[in-house]
DNA sequence: GCCGTAGTACGTTGGAGATCGTAGTATGAT
DNA sequence: ATCATACTACGATCTCCAACGTACTACGGC
């Protein structure tokens, strides 16, 4: 068995270029709705996205290592969850305006 | 004389993508942070921007095509202006969320 | 052990966009 | 008319990134 510990910035590093280039990008958007409503606990693989397992890895990445979610292995499986107390905190307002925004 | 009038997208024409993308540069981002510590009325040279003049044309052209902002000639400046009201009227908080990160 | 499931790593491709320089236009002042 | 100012248009790079397919690893169940 190997580590499998995945990384993510601390809430000071988290930074509004990040989290903006990480929310501009509409499938990204899309996964953060879907956590927001209820969607949490759940496999990469479970989220209705319009595009391939590669490229849902590569978004999932992204709005991690930008903060904007949590991933931790279960199984094999990754249970992501979304940032929401650390995001208020660094951007009071900035993911409730997004959500709000379809 | 010649026309002289720019295009701008109507407040309903306005998208959370087109916003979150041009809110993702840290130079547009600057932009609109000027803009919104009253430097308003100013011409584009007016600003303090670490990129040259076409860029920076670029950079503006953007924030309006997007509806972050207006344009309107003045001689032979261009006077520019956030749209607060129709930003907050269309994705409320997510202005002030993105001027207070800084 | 073997297989299926979930996700990653890697290389590639295509398209978007950030940057610049040069050449140009419109306006206002002299 | 001439000139300076303010900005634009255009073309050229260059970088970034979204998307894909293939090959791989890790875990759990049989």
């Known amino acids: 068995m190997v580590v ?4 993510h910035p601390g809430r000071d590093a ?16 899309s996964i953060v709705s879907q ?4 969607h949490s606990e759940q ?13 849902s890895t590569h978004h999932f990445r992204v709005l991690r290592e930008a903060g904007v979610i949590t991933q931790r ?3 094999t ?10 995001l208020d905190c660094r951007f009071p307002g900035l993911l409730d305006s997004v959500l709000m925004a379809g």
Not at 14 to 29: E, F, K, Y
């Open 73 to 75: 292995y279960r199984g």
């Open 4 to 7: 499998r510990i995945l990384e």
């Open 35 to 38: 956590l927001a409503d209820g």
């Open 43 to 55: 496999a990469c693989i479970a989220f209705d996205l319009p595009v391939t397992k590669s490229t």
């Open 14 to 29: 988290i930074t509004i270029d990040g989290v903006l280039s990480a929310l501009a990008d509409p499938v990204r958007r």
């Open 77 to 86: 499986a990754i249970h992501n969850d979304l940032r929401r107390e650390d």
